[in-house]
């Protein structure tokens, strides 16, 4: 295999070995603690522009699913249509693999989506030094690929104009409709919106959506700085004025809560991984999340008529907030999880009743 090297924008270098697409990048190098769903991160549109160090160490011994749809556009086994890394890092990259829905290995598939992959590093070094550091930008660059690496500006870009859809979707035919605002929507989010009363019209990050009827809406995940989101914040902040029922995940948290008037910042090296503990404020209800994200809200800026609904147990930040009076609440986590824990999915249950409801 080829000999790959990590340059961190400290100057920092780490050597390994390339067993996936075999070219030279740069992205927002980041750590995920999580011990399996590496398909499930590679294939999901919040990771776009970053390069995912896995701190569990064999990766690829369970191969990869295959990427097919459904009829209705949603894929089997992914958690979008393609994968979205600059590239995965990983200690011990796993050459064989043995899996029930394995159609091949990871560095085939890599390389088929033009991802790189790095094994032989250090992991836990690594990761000690994004933690101390913070999250920062490197390149990897491969032996023998002469082309220079083009910075492509990620930070600069609104990643979630590029990672949502272009046009209107529907899924479902039910009497009750939900707009499902796409900012780079994972597909377990679109699985578990999916109800018999239920028709889920699924809108780009900046479709004027206030102008059609409907009975609720969901914010989805999506990639990059939701302060680049000004047409998605001014149209959620019209519908508080309907007091329809509206839930955010993820990238759908921060927008719901610059709609709402507070502020957010940026984590030192954020939260990516599938054991994240939360707490229900004002209750000692605990769960263990599904997180992928860089920003945050800063609580002390939530106005009158909102209040913290969960904080993370590690750093204490916000992890969701919810209206006094009004059915609007959001959460920083993946109730949705794939890969990851399933003890929040009862935040669908709760969206899906209130606009039964209505």
Same mark, same amino acid.
């Given at each position: ?150 910075? /492509?500006?990620?930070? /600069? ?76 914040? /001014? ?100 109730? /949705? ?22």
């Amino acid at each position: 295999m080829k000999k790959a090297i990590l340059k961190l924008e400290d100057g920092t270098l780490y050597e390994g070995y390339s067993f996936g697409a075999e070219k030279n990048i740069i992205g927002e190098v980041v750590f995920n603690t999580a011990m399996n769903g590496y398909p499930e991160s590679l294939t999901d549109p919040s990771y776009k522009g970053q390069i995912m160090v896995a701190t569990y160490p064999m990766i690829g011994n369970y191969g990869i699913p295959s990427s097919d749809l459904n009829p209705e556009g949603i894929s089997l086994h992914w958690e979008s249509e393609k994968m979205h890394m600059q590239g995965i890092i990983v200690a011990d990259y796993a050459r064989e693999y043995n899996h029930w829905n394995a159609v091949e290995s990871l560095a085939s598939a890599l390389r088929r989506e033009g991802v790189i992959g790095v094994g032989g590093i250090d992991t836990r070094a690594l990761t000690k030094h994004i933690r101390e550091k913070g999250a920062m930008k490197g390149t990897i660059t491969i032996e023998g690929i002469l082309e220079e690496a083009v910075d /492509e500006r990620f930070e /600069e870009r609104n990643l979630v104009a590029e990672a949502s859809c272009k046009e209107i979707v529907h899924y479902g035919s039910g009497p009750k409709k939900v707009v499902l605002l796409d900012c780079g929507v994972k597909h377990n989010i679109i699985r578990r919106l999916l109800h018999p009363e239920l028709t889920i019209i699924r809108v780009p990050w900046n479709y004027d959506f206030t102008t059609i009827d409907f009975d609720g809406l969901f914010i989805s995940n999506g990639p990059g700085d939701p302060k680049m989101c000004g047409e998605a914040v /001014e149209n959620i902040r019209k519908v508080f004025a309907k007091g329809k029922p509206i839930y955010g995940i993820c990238m759908g948290h921060q927008l719901l809560s610059l709609a709402a008037g507070a502020e957010i910042f940026k984590l030192k090296y954020g939260h990516r991984s599938y054991n994240q503990p939360v707490r229900m404020a004002g209750t000692n209800r605990c769960f263990v999340t599904s997180q992928n994200h860089s920003f945050t809200v800063d609580t002390s800026s939530l106005s009158n008529g909102w209040k913290e609904w969960f904080f993370n147990l590690n750093d204490g930040t916000n992890e969701g907030i919810r209206h006094e009076s009004s059915p609007f609440c959001s959460v920083q986590f993946h109730p /949705e999880a794939c890969g990851g824990p399933h003890d929040t999915l009862f935040i669908f249950d709760d969206f899906i009743q209130s606009v039964l409801n209505q």
